[in-house]
């Protein structure tokens, strides 16, 4: 499971744990899939992006402030795991191929959330069925 940091990309607070890990599973499954090239092994990584976890959310525990000042750009970047976990699982059990990389939010679907959140009634924080979920969430 890649995250910020996987891609090399740097920010203030991420070289802490997190970043340092996620860049370390990138190397570890690039040099995976070269030691087990040709066999019957399939390695890749999943890039969620960003994902309304328990984790995530414990950051926020008694700073609800703190929580008001990202929950516009959260409902714009982030899913919930609800509407994720399917749908990485269903890409995973498609995938025949070694070194694919399964993302869940394409550069494409962010910007369209960018562009259409001023219009966007969409809710990350609100507990939805994920068969109620819109077409570009399934």
Not at 51 to 64: A, G, L, N, P, R
Not at 80 to 89: F, Q
């Amino acid at each position: 499971m890649e995250g910020y940091g996987s891609d090399g990309k740097v920010r203030p607070g991420m070289a802490q744990i997190y970043g340092t890990t996620k860049a370390g599973v990138h190397f570890f499954t690039k040099s995976l899939i070269k030691e087990l090239e040709g066999t019957d092994l399939i390695i890749g990584s999943l890039r969620p992006e960003m994902v309304i976890t328990d984790f995530v959310m414990q950051h926020f525990e008694d700073k609800s402030e703190a929580l008001e000042r990202v929950r516009k750009i959260f409902n714009i970047i982030a899913d919930r795991v609800e509407n994720v976990a399917p749908w990485l699982v269903r890409k995973i059990l498609a995938n025949r191929k070694s070194g694919v990389v399964i993302t869940y939010t394409s550069p494409l679907k962010m910007m369209g959330r960018f562009l259409s959140a001023p219009f966007s009634k969409r809710d990350v924080f609100s507990a939805k069925k994920p068969s109620t979920l819109r077409r570009e969430e399934r």
